[in-house]
Structure formats: structure tokens, C-alpha cells
């Protein structure tokens, strides 16, 4: 992306310039260390970085808060109080964090203790750092709980018409398997598919999913095109192969002044699909949801190229590019809790289970599509406000 210094990375700066002046005074003061110590843990604890994840950033802003302040009268504060009633900050109060990973309120183990003066310049810093984090974990936990998105695109009925993959989605499922007769048990069983919004469990006898899906479906697996065997069959992770495409058809990555189309590609995504019935009609759909965690470019013209990979920043809005070597872990924490990662976008999409008057038989038809897309640096180039700009290779 375009290059810029973030306010994380100037603190991370303006930390090491602490702890060199705390250097210089230790070897003043007899060589007493404990103010480049305290520095030193407490720029460890923090764990600034760039590319926090939500619990990351609630973790460092926890430690703030919970650190010891000097105030008037030689009174010792909570750091939270002092932000509140002195700088007028919000702190972790102000948030309902109830639904985030019990992980996240074990007690802490003791640590130990740092007490700053209220009137210290460090103070100051921290309550700045402070401010910041707030920032970004408020935006963070608004995205990835689907609020206030950069942009949000309704495709209308036409353009679903004309979109490829209601087209292979509506021609996949009336087929009477997936090509490789994967089924959803394994879906149902991981709680990537759910009825109702709830999660079945199965335990380890995945038999249990059969009746799940033929008392919800109300008719029986084993007959070619029913409602049960067209959910047995295509109710999981092959709808979201197929929504995935639209990624690749319809986004477009903005770095710098080129626009990158052709060659970017998903790394790292996570879906869940629930099938639930109109409370009126009766009749059965499905709701996709599919989050893009992470992207690459791969040079479609120079293929020796190494791919640029990118995921949203801790500030929860720009996409920034990371390390290849980054995946892993990030693939780990949305394993964990795929609520503790801003996706670049999320597409949501309701397929309604149709029956075909000539066969009788059942297959899904996309009803309603929409993307939400967390960042200004892509685009969609299906939102109706969207002009069209050269493609990539004719800037170079």
C-alpha cells in the first residue's frame, strides 16, 4: 500500500527513545537500572505492533489501565481512573466486551509493579498511547461485528441475474452430488453449518446430523432431489467455494496508484452457513456469510514475482501488506476466534431451497447478495458509485 508512518509505529519509535534517555541516566545515577527496566517491560507488555489482532489491543489497553499512577497527595490510582476523571478518556468500561473469549478475563498472573507520577512525561505518553488503541479497537470490534463498513454494496435482482455464481450455484446443486461427494456432516459437526443459528452437536458419531437435517427438512436424505438430500449434500463448505469466486470477479485492491484486478487472490477466509425457514411460508433458506481475512497479488503477466500479501492493520480500517510468514499465525488466532481478526470484507448471501416444477426435484437459487467492505483501499467494482479506472498493467 502506500507508504506511511502509522501512530503505532511512532510510538513504538518514540518508546525506544524512553528507554535510550532511562540508558543514559542509569549509567549517571550509579548505575541504578530500574527506570530503563520499568521501560523495557513496559514497552514488552504493550506489544505494539501493527498488525494486532482485537484481543491483542484489548490486552495492551488492559495493561494501561491497570497500571499504578502517583497523584496528588501522594495518593496511588488505577490508571483507569485517572484517564477517566484527569484526561477525560473512555476506557474498557465504556465497552461491552462480554462477548469476547473468556481468555481474555482470566486473572493475570502477578505482574510486576510499575508506579508512574501522574505529572511524568511517560504518563502522558501512555495516556496517548491509550487513546489511540481505544481508537482502534472501537473500529476493530465495530467491523468485525459488521457495523459502519467503509462501504456496503446490495446487488439488486438484475445484476444477481447476471452474476456467475448464482449461476453455478443454482447449477451445482441441482446436480445430484459434489463432484468430490463431499456431503455438510462435517460442516454440521464443526459448526461451520448450524439450524436455527444454533450449533448441533454431534458428538463423535456424525450419524447424528442425518436426523437433524430430515427433521428440519421434513422429508428423507435418501430420495434424489428432497430438501434433506439437497442439504445433506450441498448445505456446507461447497457454497462457500463457489461465493468465494466472486472475490476474485468483482473486487479491486487499490496500492498506491495502481488498481490491482486480475491476480488477487484469497489466502485466508472464514464461513459458516445457517439454514433457517421463513416464519410465514415456511419455506427453507440458507445464509451464507463468508469473511476474506487475508488477500494476495500474483503477478498475472510475471509470475516469478513473490505474491504481496495483505490484511487489514490494527487501526481496523487500512489494508497494509505483511509477511507471508504472518498466515500461520493469523490462521491460528481466527481458529480460536474468527471474531479476533477485521476481515477485508464479508460477502452474505440468502439461497432459497426452489423446487423445479419439471424434475420436482430441489437445488438453491441466490435470492439476495451484499458485500461489506472494511477498508477505502478496496472496492467493488459491482458498487453502482464505483468508475471504472485502466487496469493494473497499463499504468506501469
Known amino acids: 500500500m502506500t507508504e506511511f508512518v502509522s501512530t503505532i509505529t511512532k510510538a513504538n519509535a518514540k518508546l525506544a527513545i524512553f528507554k535510550e ?4 541516566e542509569s549509567i549517571k545515577w550509579f548505575h541504578d537500572d530500574s527506570r530503563y527496566q520499568a521501560i523495557e517491560y513496559i514497552e514488552k507488555k504493550l506489544g505494539l505492533d501493527d498488525h494486532m489482532t482485537i484481543s491483542e489491543l484489548e490486552k495492551a489497553i488492559r495493561f494501561i489501565e491497570e497500571m499504578k499512577i502517583i497523584v496528588e497527595n501522594k495518593k496511588i490510582e488505577d490508571f483507569k481512573q485517572v484517564l477517566s476523571k484527569d484526561f477525560h478518556y473512555r476506557t474498557l468500561a465504556s465497552f461491552d466486551i462480554d462477548a469476547f473469549p ?8 502477578s505482574e510486576p509493579l510499575v508506579i508512574l507520577s501522574k505529572c511524568s512525561s511517560l504518563c502522558g505518553f501512555l495516556a496517548e498511547i491509550h487513546s489511540t488503541l481505544i481508537s482502534h479497537y472501537e473500529l476493530s470490534k465495530a467491523h468485525t461485528e459488521g457495523h459502519i463498513p467503509v462501504s456496503e454494496i446490495y446487488y439488486p435482482t438484475d445484476l444477481i441475474k447476471q452474476t456467475q455464481i448464482a449461476q453455478d450455484i443454482q447449477n451445482t446443486t441441482k446436480a445430484a452430488t459434489t463432484s468430490d461427494d463431499s456431503t455438510s456432516v462435517m460442516d454440521i459437526r464443526r459448526g461451520g453449518t448450524t439450524f436455527y443459528g444454533v450449533k448441533i452437536d454431534t458428538g463423535k458419531n456424525d450419524v447424528y446430523a442425518i436426523p437433524t437435517i430430515e427433521n428440519f427438512a421434513g422429508d428423507k436424505i435418501n430420495i434424489l432431489g428432497s430438501r434433506a438430500n439437497k442439504i445433506f449434500n450441498f448445505g456446507g ?3 462457500h467455494g463457489i461465493i ?6 468483482s473486487m479491486k485492491l487499490i496500492d498506491g496508484d495502481q488498481y490491482l484486478t486480475e491476480g488477487l487472490k484469497p489466502t485466508l477466509t472464514r464461513g459458516r452457513v445457517n439454514w433457517s425457514k421463513d416464519s410465514e411460508t415456511g419455506e427453507i433458506y440458507a445464509t451464507v456469510e ?12 510475471d509470475t516469478s514475482k513473490m505474491p504481496k500479501h495483505f490484511a487489514i492493520s ?3 480500517t ?3 501488506t505483511i509477511d507471508e510468514g504472518m498466515l500461520p499465525q493469523l490462521n491460528q488466532a481466527a481458529t480460536v476466534d474468527e471474531n479476533d481478526i477485521v476481515p477485508i470484507c464479508t460477502f452474505k448471501a ?11 426435484e430441489h437445488y438453491l437459487k441466490m435470492n439476495e447478495f451484499a458485500v461489506k467492505i472494511n477498508t477505502p483501499n478496496m472496492i467493488s467494482r459491482k458498487d453502482p458509485n464505483h468508475q471504472a479506472q485502466p487496469s493494473w498493467y497499463y499504468n506501469i
Open 237 to 239: 463448505q461447497v457454497l
Open 318 to 320: 487500512t489494508l497494509d
Open 290 to 301: 463468508l469473511k476474506i481475512l487475508a488477500c494476495a497479488f500474483i503477478d498475472p503477466i
Open 102 to 109: 473468556a481468555r481474555l478475563k482470566k486473572a493475570q498472573q
Open 314 to 316: 490494527s487501526d481496523g
Open 21 to 24: 534517555l532511562a540508558r543514559k
Open 350 to 360: 440468502k439461497l432459497d431451497l426452489t423446487q423445479d416444477q419439471g424434475t420436482q
Open 244 to 249: 468465494l469466486d466472486e472475490f476474485e470477479n
